[in-house]
């Protein structure tokens, strides 16, 4: 009798989870996105990585550690300046995995707000 394959009809994103490497891909792959589409906005507007340092008032090796693909750190402050530097604005988001709540959804409801809860008294 020929072994069963534990991963026969598993999709990729658990294959990482069982590996222990969902969130270092995860965060590799937010990152290179990212890169790519400071890029392609440098890119668009014919700025160089010195002239986005000086817009930054940052460092050229700065901006070379935000373009790179491969480097996950990068701090929130960096990217806020990046964007406005090519006049741009940032957005982050909070997205609920799957089979979970609607977490940082704008029409999740609030607890009180289920059925069953009594509702909610204005503050006065």
């Known amino acids: 009798m020929k072994p069963v394959n534990p991963r026969i009809g ?3 994103e658990q294959f990482l989870k069982d590996e222990g490497r969902l969130e270092e891909s995860t965060e590799l792959a937010l990152k290179r996105v990212i890169a790519w589409q400071f890029r392609q906005a440098m890119d668009a507007q014919a ?3 010195a002239e986005m340092a000086r ?14 693909a491969d480097d996950p750190s990068i701090t929130l402050s960096t990217l806020s300046r990046a964007a406005n530097a090519l006049g741009a604005r940032l957005s982050i988001g909070l997205h609920a995995s799957a089979g979970k709540s609607h ?4 029409n999740a409801r609030r607890p ?6 009594p509702p909610r008294r204005p503050l006065r």
């Open 10 to 12: 598993s999709n990729f």
């Open 47 to 49: 700025v160089s990585q």
């Open 55 to 68: 817009r930054m008032k940052t460092s050229r090796a700065a901006v070379s550690r935000l373009l790179d």
């Open 103 to 106: 977490l940082g959804s704008p």
């Open 112 to 117: 009180a707000e289920r059925k069953g809860a």
